[in-house]
T-cell receptor, first 113, second 111 residues
Framework: DAGITQSPRHKVTETGTPVTLRCHQT?????MYWYRQDPGHGLRLIHY???????DKGEVSDGYSVSRSKTEDFLLTLESATSSQTSVYFC????????????FGPGTRLTVT | DQQVKQNSPSLSVQEGRISILNCDYT??????FLWYKKYPAEGPTFLIS?????DKNEDGRFTVFLNKSAKHLSLHIVPSQPGDSAVYFC??????????FGTGTSLTVIP
């Protein structure tokens, strides 16, 4: 299994509070991704990174920001959490540009009350 | 709009028989497709892929078929085993950096 960890694994927070989720990899892969999984929507890309300090938006980026200051860490921040951001969040990595499969972390279940 | 669609939320198959999971897409620019398998409380794991220059790719019990004119792909599992019970996602990409996922099909293989 690819070395990907996510923390925390579970979090309950209140509306309006900031939340940061962390993805850590030990594979030295260049590309990192954040997805959310919701019933009826499958997995949707929030943001991705193609190198240190290089990030881009995915299809559902509103309300989220990311940072990547080191190859191994990719942080997802909800500046002011809303109930619509209750979801399961997955981090993924891939090694080569373009057409390669992604390796997923175990997920973080976030509940915003 | 959902660019990748899996219209069957669930599928049940007897052990030993063939499982066929279907996926349709709307973007004609998609040229690379993958299938992932997901168990509860785990992240998806890569299963098999196919590029648009091929119409079939096999890996053991798993075969993916691509029909570009119909914008349709399917995953065949034969013979199906109880351990194959999971949610299966198809995904498609035109650039390689962004993949669009379907909503998943929950496969149950009955012993």
């Amino acid at each position: 299994d690819a070395g990907i960890t996510q923390s925390p694994r579970h979090k309950v927070t209140e509306t309006g509070t900031p939340v940061t989720l962390r993805c850590h990899q030990t594979e030295n892969h260049r590309y990192m991704y954040w997805y959310r999984q919701d019933p009826g929507h499958g997995l949707r890309l929030i943001h991705y990174s193609y190198g240190v300090k290089d990030t881009d938006k995915g299809e559902v980026s509103d309300g989220y920001s990311v940072s990547r200051s080191k190859t191994e860490d990719f942080l997802l921040t909800l500046e002011s959490a809303t109930s619509s951001q209750t979801s399961v969040y997955f981090c993924a990595i891939s090694d080569l540009e373009g057409l390669n499969e992604q390796y997923f972390g175990p997920g973080t279940r976030l509940t915003v009350t | 709009d959902q660019q990748v669609k899996q219209n069957s939320p669930s599928l049940s198959v007897q052990e030993g028989r063939i499982s066929i999971l279907n996926c349709d897409y709307t973007n004609s620019m998609f040229d690379y497709f993958l299938w992932y398998k997901k168990y509860p409380a785990e992240g998806p794991t890569f299963l098999i892929s196919i590029s648009s220059i091929k119409d079939k790719n096999e890996d053991g019990r798993f075969t993916v078929f691509l029909n570009k004119s119909a914008k349709h792909l399917s995953l065949h599992i034969v013979p199906s085993q109880p351990g194959d019970s999971a949610v299966y996602f198809c995904a498609a990409s035109d650039t390689g950096n962004q993949f669009y996922f379907g909503t998943g099909t929950s496969l149950t293989v009955i012993p």
